[in-house]
């Protein structure tokens, strides 16, 4: 049997028997237990009493200064449900996914029942948990669930929670009931549930790293068919506002072009576009609420204020990733410290909410002419404000980035490459940064990512044409992925390029394993030289293209028609406006065939050309599989538009029913 708390105080020598004595008279009185007593009549210091019941639950004691300055990754978050973490007060800090152990701090890690659930929960053989106040627990979550950087502001050392947290751990050791707490701190838990799963083939990403499981597990069908769910309810709710119809969607689109040319993970692009679509709902219809608007209008900024939380607060019933919610609770964070709602500034912005905060405010500017400038903005107009606030309001890196979308760049990049792209997976800044570059200058897509779960997820959705990724993640795991690569019938023909110098038999080991070349990362150029190689050989086996996605006001009709023209490309332009949706379709840079709501041919081929606003999908691979209408050269179709642009307004688009 353990002993009582006294007898272990008395033992550690932190207090006399005649304090205990006097404590438990204090106890008679009072009703409470025995080491606030200690506390209270002053015989043990809080502090004292902290330690020492961190060191007999066996463990660490973390205290408010660690949590505050923790770097917790997103993928670390995603393993417990925030609803899970609230209500049991439980926060995870790392993951051993070699151990499959998960580790916590938790304000009672006696509970076993709790260790068990989240074990369960999170699909870990392990759980280690180290202790932590109650309140600092909480403060904890709201820094890293929710973004607030102000959470650990209210914590006092001495204060009336404090004591209470101080209590709570003391009445946690005393409730094991005789049962010893050591051993239930440990907790290297292998559920008889766990178990089952494991033997029903529930793997983690470890074991997919290594080809054990089939990469279309990962369920990423799932992810797009909520992600377009999203666009149809969203684009339906916002059809009546007036400045707003489609911003959302425009939002979420363009937001994940510079997330992913920002070398955000695949996991976290996918947060970022879910916030995109939802940062609007909730709020009043026709509302002004975005990072310029709120610099320049006091009382927009404190409206702003009072709604920004309420698209997290809608949704507190969906399991919404945190990344999300997060970027929803910052998105009028100004990257100077000026913004609302908590002030928090540079880094302590999540990446996504920065990224957000850029995107809106240029849509903003463009789109509504009620904005604080009382006139939407030309785009240059509208980019010259992102210049000028660079820094102040926006991340500077984040508001190139925007600029390059807006002003066409990437677009115009991407369709030229029929959307095909280079991902290089480098967990080194340094080199990943210099062949990124080189890659560029030769005239490919190119993005980049720090860790090899962007590689799986890129398999998973066929999203690239050479894939790089550096030795320096470790042998095993790039021939895991290798292995992944080639048993995948989608994938095997995938040109897979190493990224380091190995010794010969190292080498030999990566060809053996699948990798089409092994190039030194000191060398860049060399190695883009190699990707370029590879990229070419890639097309010419006839290796698929991919849809692009933009709008015209990032490319204006003729700019997009002449592209096309001086291209000569061939397969689908779709343009929708509002609720309508028509195509043309192309076969070397020449209009064969065009329909919009009920007409087709000439008459459908003026009514796309006509639009000004619309969003784009050109689909290099789609084939045409109606009898051709039209014989039309691009380039002097793109003459056309421009020429009769400026006059034009955007013409009614007649329901299905009419002729």
């Excluded at 766990?194 to 054990?212: F, I, P, S």
């Excluded at 509208?382 to 760049?409: C, F, T, W």
């Excluded at 840079?589 to 784009?616: K, M, P, S």
């Excluded at 045409?624 to 688009?653: E, G």
């Amino acid at each position: 049997m353990a002993k009582k708390l006294g007898e272990r105080l008395v033992e550690a020598g932190l207090v006399t028997t005649e304090s205990i004595a006097k404590a438990l008279e204090h106890q008679k009185i009072t009703g409470h237990r025995l080491g606030d007593c200690l506390v209270e009549i002053g015989l043990l210091q809080e502090a004292a009493l902290l330690r020492f019941l961190a060191a007999e639950f066996q463990t660490r004691f973390v205290s408010a200064e660690k949590l505050s300055k923790a770097k917790i990754p997103t993928e670390v978050l995603d393993k417990v449900p925030v609803r899970l973490a609230e209500a049991q007060n439980v926060l995870p800090l790392a993951i051993d996914p070699e151990r499959k152990l998960l580790s916590v701090v938790a304000a009672e890690p006696q509970n076993k029942k709790l260790m068990d659930e989240i074990a369960l929960v999170t699909g870990m053989s392990e759980v280690y948990a180290y202790v932590g106040l109650r309140s600092t627990i909480a403060a904890a979550i709201r820094k890293h669930y929710y973004g607030d950087p102000t959470a650990f502001a209210s914590l006092e050392a001495g204060s009336q929670q404090l004591r209470a947290d101080v209590s709570a751990m003391a009445n946690a050791y005393e409730n094991t009931s005789g049962t010893n707490p050591k051993t239930s701190l440990q907790l290297r838990l292998e559920t008889d549930a766990r178990a089952r799963l494991g033997r029903q083939g529930t793997q983690v990403r470890h074991n997919t790293a290594r080809g054990e499981t089939p990469l279309t597990s990962r369920g990423a069908v799932s992810d797009k068919d909520y992600i377009e769910t999203l666009n149809i309810l969203v684009t339906m709710l916002e059809r009546d506002r007036k400045h707003h119809r489609g911003h959302s969607a425009q939002l979420a689109r363009q937001a994940a072009v510079v997330g992913r040319r920002l070398g955000m993970p695949p996991r976290d692009v996918m947060a970022l576009t879910i916030a995109g679509y939802l940062h609007d709902l909730g709020k009043p219809a026709e509302h002004h609420f975005c990072l310029a608007n709120n610099a320049v209008n006091p009382e927009w900024m404190a409206e702003a204020k009072r709604f920004c939380r309420l698209p997290s607060k809608l949704f507190e019933t969906v399991n919404l990733p945190v990344q999300a919610n997060t970027m929803l609770a910052q998105l009028y964070e100004a990257y100077d410290g000026s913004g609302v709602p908590q002030g928090a500034k540079g880094d302590d912005i999540t990446l996504g909410a920065r990224i957000l905060a850029a995107v809106d405010s240029f849509l903003e500017l463009t789109k509504n002419p009620t904005n604080a400038y009382g006139k939407a903005l030309t785009k240059e107009q509208a980019l010259e404000h992102l210049r000028d606030n660079s820094g102040k309001l926006y991340d500077p890196v984040v508001a190139d980035i925007v600029m390059q979308v807006q002003s066409g760049e990437l677009l115009r990049h991407r369709i030229a490459n029929d959307g095909r792209q280079v991902l290089i997976v480098e967990p080194e800044e340094g080199t990943r940064t210099d062949l990124l570059d080189s890659v560029h200058r030769l005239g490919l897509v190119v993005d980049s990512l720090s860790s090899l779960d962007g590689a799986y997820d890129a398999l998973v959705n066929q999203d690239c044409d050479v894939l790089v990724v550096g030795l320096k993640f470790g042998l095993e795991e790039v021939l895991g992925l290798l292995q992944a690569v080639r048993v995948s019938p989608e994938n095997a023909g995938l040109p897979v390029v190493v990224l380091g110098d190995p010794d010969p038999g190292t080498r030999e080991r990566l060809m053996m394993g699948g990798a089409t070349a092994v190039v030194p990362p000191a060398e860049p150029d060399a190695a883009a030289k190699t990707v370029r190689t590879l990229y070419d050989e890639r097309i010419q086996h006839n290796g698929p293209a991919r849809m692009v996605r933009g709008s015209l006001d990032e490319m204006p009709a003729p700019e997009l028609l002449k592209l096309l023209g001086s291209g000569k490309k061939s397969g689908r332009l779709y343009l929708k406006y509002h609720a309508h949706e028509g195509f043309l379709h192309l076969e070397q840079g020449r209009v064969v065939f065009a329909t919009i709501a009920g007409q087709n041919g000439e008459q459908a081929l003026q009514t796309l050309l006509g639009l000004l606003q619309a969003d784009f999908r050109y689909d290099p691979d789609s084939l045409l599989l109606d009898v051709p209408q039209l014989d039309k050269d691009l380039m002097v179709l793109a003459q056309q538009a421009a020429m009769r642009r400026p006059s034009i307004s955007t013409p009614s688009v007649p329901s299905a029913s009419q002729g």
